[in-house]
């Protein structure tokens, strides 16, 4: 037999991988021989459309045990290169889809209205989105920071320059206030989080006393956490510590991205990991503290790694990444990219709810929650066989799904 089952486990093996190991390597004791190395190609082109994966052997599909998830449409951003680098901010009329430096704006049904160059690639916590779908990004022009503002059609509205002070600060957007957070270095370190009228004057000052890291967020009770390596500091509203907890597992237990979650009761989400992905839900009723840890696969089988979240309304979050699906050694594979995307929503318990492996040898780098509950998920693809010297073309790509 040419092929063997084998599991590869995502969300404590709720996903699960039917299909051959090619460098014969199994886990049982009988060792199933590779997939045979006929030069056929182990991917379809991906003009548009990011196709199932197969490699070369009958019946290999990805599959997965979670409920379906709900794609309304996936796009290809043409002529875009992530690099590495993507965040999807959403709103009322749709999304806006940066990658690296190039900004697009797309309507809820995923027509690509049109395209800006911001000039700089911004980070997940260096730009966002008021409802109404203007955009802010967070900037640097020499030694002067500042943030501007535009409008739906892309033009810029507003630039705000800082002082200098604030080096590049992280931006937060609250209501129709613009949040700036910035280090501050003296007898201890703290994060001043200035508020803005977004076309206006400064109007108040927070300082996070002994915080870590300028990457913050809030939230549904206006709380703020701060993340730094394997930690995550609670503040209430008013700055006052609430504890700092420690999350993660495994070698490299970093935190990638962290997001508040929703409603009066609020509490926080965090995700990291590489190569053994989690997602922890800090939970506030007094002092911060660690409810739940859910652990996203199983990095003696394979190698996962988480790239971005978002809180949902039910009280769960999505988080979005790669996974390696088994070594690729194949003679002659296509395949320069052997990491492969995936989508996975957990509950409020963190329970898996939904999810989907995206059948494209590329990365899923980021995610966002629209007003209406729809999830946009934003990241990159293999779209060709690599050249005489070993690399390939790749695109961005949008998807977008929708709450079941």
Known sequence: MPCSTRTLSILLAMLSFAGCDPGGSGDDESEPEPCPATGDPLLPQLPHVLPAYTDGCEDSTWATTVDEAKVAWTIELEGSSANGSMVVVPSESGVVAITGREARWVTSAGEVLFERDLGSSPGWNRVGGFPDGRLVVVGASGAAPFYRVLDTNGSEIWLRLLDSSF?????WIDGNDVLLGVLQFSDVVELRIERWQVTGSKTGTL???NANSDAFVRDGAGRYAV???SEVQIYASDGAPLGTVSVGFGEYP???????AMGA??????????PDPFVSRITVAGQAEVAWTTRIGDPSVTWEYASSLAALPDGGVVIVGGESKIRMIWPM???????????L????EGQPTWGERIGAPGQALAVGLGPEGEVYVGGTAQSGPPNEYGSSTSVSWLR???LP
């Open 167 to 171: 080096g590049q600060p992280s931006l």
């Open 227 to 229: 993340s730094s390596g």
């Open 254 to 260: 970093f935190v990638v991205q962290i997001a508040g």
């Open 207 to 209: 300082t996070l006393a």
């Open 400 to 402: 977008r799904y929708d």
């Open 333 to 343: 594979s296509p395949l320069t990219n052997s990491i492969q995307p995936f989508v």
């Open 265 to 274: 009761e609020g509490g926080f989400f965090a995700a990291g990991g590489d």
């Open 345 to 348: 929503a957990l509950d409020a």
